[in-house]
């Protein structure tokens, strides 16, 4: 409201710590187009609510809807702009910005004076975390102890004041009454209290320099996300800022738990959100595209296919021309693989052998192996053999050829028809080559001192050369 103050802009709010009277009048403005911005959470998607000329939605900290509220926001006029503003995506919003349904700009700027927080993940200590709260006291700061239990919350906050009297402890949680829990968020703002025991409640719309300490006692518990909202409410000014996130030590995690700690705990750097926005849908999955579920692992299909199929129907619908997917079978007598002291990973063997099998020219295979030039060095031999074979799947596709049984001394090529002239060079190029016109099938000599692949490439090539066969 504050910017917009020299302007005939009316700014209003909509949140459950308005009074009814308040809320019916912001309302009643949206209605009538008296108000022409309103910030709300979401009561904004109700039924009784309704807009004169809504043009553009903005939805902040989008990974705390889901999908009914989504398409909600949908529903509320077919042509509305909509700019959806998150630190770490859904799994399932990131998915469908990936593959194209949805557009994705990345804001990587940090602000100017803002510095990466220090991360500590490990064990319950008592001592480090009763010493994290006296180290931020002495420097006149404030701590977030997140204990998301409301049962016992009171308790957690009791044991504190017990292991560090000095500090003044506050507790705020989402089943407090509107007016205590205002109170309590406004006093802790104002310096009245060292420390605030609280639930995930502040996991998003708390902006308070003054709190550089975050303590989380199980955060084991909490999603990628969570833990990276929670992480950021700390730091918010140019000082040093501090993030303990603890499991027990009693309790073995599960390996998904693990996962998550590992990747909050490498993942400090400023900007950090896509990166684990990215590594929460490697490990929750995409979930379902048409369904509810914002996350989970497709079961049906693989992965590559369901990203293809989708890929496809986006394409579809832009109007791009739609590639067929090759159904070439190649037989190849040849050492043709990736090393794994080349490529260590497995999941980057696998997707290279998908773009390989993918080919339809070789200029697709020139820019994988440029690639793989520039990620892991020189190729090998057994690469480059690989590569060849890619070459000789991309004459296939060129030529219509589907069926190739290549032995060490022949290759049986086919479905193959030739031209007269294709007829009498087939004659010059190998003496015993034999052209089956009915069978619509080519037999062909391989040389002993040849490479069965690399001599069909050229042999293809110079047969019937890419001009000709346009």
Known sequence: ADR?????????????????????????????????????????????????????????????????????????????????????????????????????????????????????????????????????????????????????????????????????????????????????????WEGEFDVLVCTTIIESGIDMPTVNTLVVERADLLGLGQMHQLRGRVGRSGQRAYAYLFHPRDKILTEEAYERLRTIGESTELGSGFKIAMRDLEIRGAGNLLGESQSGHIAAVGYDLYCQMVTEAVGEMKGEPIREPSDIRIDVPTDAYLPKDYVAKEELRLEAYRRLALVTSAEEVTDIRNEWVDRYGPVPKPAEALLTVGLLRAECHRLGLNDLNITTSQARLGPLDLKVSETARLKRLSRGALHKEAARQLILPIPRDKEPAAFLVEFLRELIPPQSAE
């Open 4 to 188: 917009f103050a020299g302007y005939p802009v009316r700014v209003e709010v909509l949140s459950r710590f308005l009074t009814n009277a308040e809320a019916n009048k912001v309302i009643k403005g949206l209605e009538s187009g008296e108000v022409d911005c309103v910030i709300g959470t979401h009561r904004l998607l109700s039924n009784g609510i309704k807009f004169k000329n809504l043009g553009l939605l903005i939805v902040d900290e989008e990974q705390r809807f889901g999908v009914q509220h989504k398409e909600a926001m949908k529903l509320l006029k077919n042509d509305v702009d909509v700019l959806t503003l998150t630190a770490t995506p859904i799994p399932r919003t990131l998915e469908m910005s990936l593959v194209g349904i949805r557009d994705l700009s990345l804001l990587q700027t940090p602000p100017a004076d803002r510095q990466p927080i220090l991360t500590f993940v490990g064990e319950y200590d008592e001592r480090v975390a009763v010493e994290s709260i006296r180290r931020e006291l002495l420097r006149e700061g404030q701590v977030f102890w997140v204990h998301n239990r409301v049962q016992s919350i009171e308790e957690c906050a009791s044991r504190l004041r017990e292991l560090v009297p000095e500090a003044r402890i506050a507790i705020a949680h989402g089943q407090m009454d509107e007016g205590t829990l205002e109170q309590v968020v406004v006093d802790f």
